[in-house]
């Protein structure tokens, strides 16, 4: 369908906890506000044109984003990535012209190719006159930083010789914006993309998708800006119908589209349509943040240099990794802040959902001034809190972290009482402040972990002949799951045929493996033995959203193993695979005494975007695949469209995971 707006939306998928578990609700979107305009209406609106900033009346750039249907031929091309379509996926976009500076008439190019790996899509930023030479956009010098052979490095996967020279490009898009003290914007790494169907298909008839950069807003909501005065637009919320839910499910799901209609995340698209996403925080924890990076960037830097030595042979052990350093968002300590003993220790991201989690936090559009009053705090954003004991916010915050499966409460909350809803309540779940927009924002207690997570996934490795393995996630993760365990990441040999020795045996007790724990059957003896079937783990994403669920099939209860099984054949898992997978999800989903699922799945390119992985060396194949259910009280009326799910082929050395929503 032809779009007929001007402005479109990034969509990104919340997920909520239902009666103590996890399910997906609806898509986010952004809406225009304007007076006398409900929050959920649909208004149409054109992006007004960044302006110049006041240091420089000559706008940066000029021109839109468009595509580039011609192959600029900038990425290195293997055999393995012919097997694997990469050429296929691979697009370039004009995004304006330089009208001043160091690269004055040079036309900006976004290049994007697929994953090299485990991991999301690259995206590299250049610019040119002749279409035959490229300046590369290297703010941070990775290019002469970072090794050749690091997935860090830009020359990983650009053609050297097509680089004339690497510059800091001037951009309208800054690190930081400031808003009114003391709050501040921070940018995301990447600029925003969305996946779009090709029309074609590769040679297994799967649909061909390529990535483009979203330049269009429909329905959203416009902020006064500040400083640059770019356009500025918030996120806002779509929870769906709720068709299929039961009567408890519907009354959390209509309080959450009652007073939760937008985020703190921010889109900044600049004059050519070109966006960043940027995080709400403050400038304190952005100082922080700035201070801790810059002791963490050298000691990642000697890092990557180690790992290189390791691969040429030059190093006997793999190096220990720097620690991560988190994000910036709205959070904080009750110890830092001086809040009185009655609260919780930590506050985040309100109403967290499922295995993913966010920096960004929830806008309460419904809440007035009367209904709050300030919380005695040393803290740089005064905080509030209800009034009122039993409004109906605090239902959907002890919904989304308590719920009613008090086994698994105890289970995440190593033994402690599950608390009730008048207890939980007591102790200011929910701290509220003003933001730079004079909108009512909301944080929640972070001291109760989630019922819910990643559930048991599992990571087979298979080289074609023995081979010692380093794999490692790239963005934090809150495991409570890793057998053998994860130090520094696993370090693993690996056997063609699959099997696996912890290269690092003495991070893991093998006495404190629980067999009695369900899918932890086998790992006593692999303990034991040293050899282990898979590395196994769950879960949960501190930093990325849980993925969009687009379609999938209604599946009544007694057709689940063999739905699963069909499925999973038709998405490349071989025999022992699909069997370990329904050994512990067929069980796992019968607990339920429903008459009816949701059934979806993600693959590679979402659960590379989701959870990513740094694998050393390189896999030639790589299998993800991730099941997302809900239990159904009824069929629902209105059909799901069934997902278009991609075989894989195997190629030399394969890696293959499967795991599910728990």
Sequence with gaps: MTKTVVISVLSTLLVVGLIGGAFYLGKQSSSQVKQGISPNSSIKATIPPVQAKKENSTPLFIGKVKRITNDLKLFKITDVDKENGVPESITYYEAGVFTRGDLNGYTRVLAIRPSEGPGPSIQFVLATKDYKSYVLDDPTNKTTNYPEDDWDNPYMYLDK?????????????????????????????????????????????????????????????LLSSFGNNSAFYAMGTDWGTGEGYNPKEKKILELRKKYLHMTTLVHIPDSTGLTYSYILTTQDDVDVYTKKLAAYEPELIA????????????????????????????????????????????????????????????????????????????????????????????????????????????????????????????????????????????????????????????????????????????????????????????????????????????????????????????????????????????????????????????????????????????????????????????????????????????????????????????????????????ALNAKPTKELKPQNLIKFERKGFTLVEWGGLK
């Design 303 to 630: 890092f990557k240099k180690e790992i290189s030595l390791y691969n040429q042979k030059k190093r006997a052990e793999y190096p220990p990794s720097p620690k991560y350093i988190p994000f910036p968002g709205m959070k904080v300590a009750k110890s830092a802040i001086n809040l009185p003993s009655d609260f919780y220790n930590t506050y985040e991201s309100a109403f967290p959902g499922a295995c993913g989690g966010n920096t960004d936090t929830f806008i309460v559009d419904t809440i007035v001034d009367s209904d709050l009053e300030q919380v005695t705090s040393s803290s740089v954003v005064p905080l509030f809190v209800l009034k009122d004991n039993k409004h109906p916010i605090y239902e959907i915050a002890y919904d989304a972290k308590v719920g009613t499966d008090e086994t698994n409460f105890k289970l995440a909350n190593e033994g402690r009482p599950m608390p009730t809803f008048e207890s939980y309540v007591a102790k200011h779940p929910l701290l509220f402040f003003k933001d730079a927009w004079n909108r009512w924002g909301v944080m929640g207690e972070y001291d109760i972990q989630l019922m819910g997570g990643c559930g048991k996934p599992v990571v087979y490795l298979y080289p074609e002949k023995q081979t010692n393995i380093h794999l490692s996630f790239t963005t934090p993760i809150s495991l409570d799951t890793n057998i053998p365990t994860y130090k520094d990441g696993w370090f693993i040999q690996a056997l063609p045929n699959g099997t696996l020795i912890d290269l690092q045996p003495q991070y893991t007790n093998c006495s404190e493996i629980d067999i009695a724990k369900f899918g932890s059957e086998y790992a006593l003896s692999s303990c034991k033995n040293n050899l282990y079937p898979y590395i196994y783990w769950s879960g949960k994403s501190l930093t990325h959203s849980y993925p969009i669920v687009d379609g999938g099939w209604i599946i009544s209860k007694n057709q689940i193993s063999s739905f699963l099984n069909e499925k999973l054949v038709q998405m490349g898992l071989n025999g022992k695979e699909i069997h370990d997978m329904t050994e512990y999800w067929v069980p796992e989903m019968n607990k339920k005494n429903t008459p009816y699922y949701r059934i979806s799945f993600f693959q590679t390119k979402e659960m590379n975007d989701f959870i990513p992985m740094d694998v050393n060396p390189k896999p030639n194949s790589i299998i993800r695949v991730f099941l997302d259910y809900k």
């Design 161 to 221: 010789s097509k680089i004339s020279k690497t510059l800091t490009f001037d951009s309208d898009h800054a690190l930081t914006v400031s808003l009114a003290k003391p709050f501040t914007l921070i940018r995301r790494d990447s600029i925003l993309l969305e996946n779009k169907k090709t029309g074609t298909k590769d040679k297994n008839g799967n649909d061909i998708y390529v990535e483009a950069p979203i330049t269009e807003y429909e329905s959203s909501f």
